[in-house]
Structures are given as structure tokens and as C-alpha cells.
């Protein structure tokens, strides 16, 4: 149980680092398709710069939208244990998918620019999906 527990926060800022470079470079690609050069370093830099700003307001949602998804992933894989895999996937995806529409239908905006399109979003829970991933990896040995 503790070694879940510890393993919770490795994946956590899996998604979460992976989730702040796909928002990053969404943005970065729809400057570029406004003709806006965007260099290597350009994109480098602004990777570094949303990373560390955005873990006072992403990282700790994220952080609560994996502490509700988790525990229910880990109780259904009692049950389907050789669904783990895919349920701490999909729990990771669903949450960062929730965690967006909560925000927008609460708040009324989006609270990563880059998930304005579908495309966006997809990669958002693609990052979530990831940290599902991570958080499976990690555990691997306590559920064996």
C-alpha cells in the first residue's frame, strides 16, 4: 500500500511534464501555422518556461484529478487484474478528460489554451494516459 502510494507521485508529474510540453507545443504549432517562425530553441524555451510555471495551477490539479481516478482504478482491478494495465491508462485519460470539462463547464473557459481543439484535448489525455501508464509501471511488483 505504501509503495502505491509513493508511486502515485512519480506518475503524477509524469503527465504532468508530458502534458505541459504537448500544451506548449500545441500553441506553438498553431503560431507557426500563423506563418510566426518558430525556432528549435524557441521551442525549448518556451517548453521550460510552461513547465515550471504552470506547477502552481496545473500540477496540483492534475495532482487532485489522479487522487480521485487512481483509488477507483486500483479497486477495479481487484476484480479485472488482468485489466490493470488499461484501467490505470484509461483512469489517467479520463481524469485529465474530466478535469478539463469541469473546469470549462465551471469556470466557462479553458484552463490550458491547448486544449481548445479536439487535438488539444487528445493530447492532454494522452499525457493523462501516460501517467496511468507510469503509475501501473511503478506498481507493478505490489499487485504481483
Known amino acids: 500500500m505504501l509503495r ?3 508511486m502515485f507521485f512519480p ?3 509524469g503527465a504532468y511534464v508530458v502534458g505541459s510540453i504537448f500544451a506548449t507545443q500545441t500553441i506553438l504549432g498553431e503560431l507557426q501555422a500563423m506563418a510566426m517562425p518558430i525556432t528549435l530553441r524557441d521551442r525549448l524555451n ?3 518556461h510552461d513547465l515550471l510555471g504552470l506547477t502552481t495551477s496545473y500540477l496540483p490539479l492534475m495532482f487532485i484529478a489522479f487522487l480521485v481516478a487512481m483509488p477507483v482504478a486500483v479497486g477495479l482491478s481487484r476484480y479485472l487484474p488482468r485489466a490493470r494495465v488499461v484501467l490505470y ?3 489517467g485519460a479520463v481524469a485529465i478528460l474530466a478535469l478539463h470539462l469541469i473546469m470549462k463547464a465551471v469556470l466557462g473557459l479553458n484552463g490550458i489554451a491547448a486544449v481548445r481543439e479536439p487535438e ?3 493530447l492532454q489525455c494522452l499525457a493523462g494516459w501516460f501517467g496511468g ?3 501501473y ?3 507493478g ?3 504481483r
Do not use: I
Open 4 to 6: 502505491a502510494v509513493m
Open 11 to 13: 506518475a503524477v508529474l
Open 46 to 48: 518556451a517548453s521550460w
Open 89 to 91: 491508462g484509461l483512469a
Open 120 to 122: 488539444g484535448l487528445a
Open 133 to 135: 501508464y507510469l503509475f
Open 137 to 139: 509501471v511503478f506498481t
Open 141 to 143: 511488483r505490489a499487485h
